[in-house]
């Protein structure tokens, strides 16, 4: 029988008639993401950068969120070519390359996810979840509708190169990281200092002239309205071990004498 994939992240950007709001899931808990998937938000990240995740995990998560109205996004660890293959075989079907600084790693990461002639994919389909193991109709040829690729800017060259990592050619958004930006200007922790939060924008500003969505990471619910009103397509405003770690906080805060509340960031 054959089978229909779910729309991409850049299909639903496109008709989508406001900003999405997303969650990292960073567990590595299938439970977890189920959980998240439920929410409501408009999409989840399964990080691969920072969180315990492998591709059992990866994709096991996958699974346990698609039956749910969520777009998963896979944040791959780095932009290795073999990596990519391998979480593209699990069926992801959106992709977050990290420390995307030039208009030539953006190159390298259109190349990964696209067959070749165009690209240097692996061709696996008759045995991987991407192709539902061939029942659905056409995915090679179609392969391209099927994947989206975002990429992360989050340095102070790829700040500086958004233009030109925007417009290449299978570039279907980008993520601006500020926590790693802040670190790249020397300002560590700082999410939110003048100087990171102003190229932020710059980056909005560079990648909307280019004609692709642009979105951040913002915990700060003030910096996330604030990114919201300068462009931002899509967000990510919290995550699982965020949510937990804050939470459990409060519960001792509210019941066990010594406890403090926690003014600790979430990110």
């Not at 030039?102 to 996810?113: I, L």
Request: net charge negative.
């Amino acid at each position: 029988m054959p089978l229909r994939l779910s729309p991409t992240l850049s299909v639903v950007l496109a008709n989508a008639d406001r900003p999405l709001a997303g969650i990292w899931v960073c567990t590595g808990s299938p439970l977890v993401a189920e959980i998240c998937a439920g929410s409501g938000l408009d999409w989840v990240l399964i990080d691969m950068e920072h969180s315990p995740n492998g591709l059992e995990s990866v994709l096991a998560q996958l699974q346990a969120v698609a039956a749910y109205p969520i777009t998963p996004v896979v944040r791959v660890p780095i932009g290795d070519v073999v990596t990519i293959k391998q979480v593209l075989d699990l069926g992801a079907q959106n992709l977050l390359v990290p420390m995307v600084s030039s208009k030539t790693d953006a190159e390298a990461a259109v190349a990964a996810v696209r067959y070749p002639p165009q690209g240097t994919r692996g061709v696996g389909s008759a045995l991987a979840r991407s192709a539902r193991w061939n029942r659905v109709d056409g995915y090679l040829p179609d392969a391209d509708a099927h994947v989206s690729l975002f990429v992360q800017i989050e340095t102070t060259a790829g700040v500086e190169a958004a233009a030109e990592i925007a417009a290449v050619d299978g570039v279907d958004g980008v993520f601006v990281g500020p926590s790693d930006l802040a670190a790249s200007m020397g300002v560590l922790g700082q999410q939110t200092h003048p100087d990171v939060v102003a190229a932020v924008r710059r980056t909005f500003d560079a990648v909307r002239a280019a004609g692709k969505p642009v979105g951040v990471n913002a915990f700060d619910p003030a910096a996330a309205d604030s990114y919201l009103e300068a462009g931002a397509a899509f967000i990510l405003v919290g995550a699982d071990v965020a949510l937990l770690a804050r939470g459990s906080e409060a519960l001792a805060a509210r019941w066990i004498e010594a406890s403090t509340p926690s003014d600790r960031p979430s990110y």
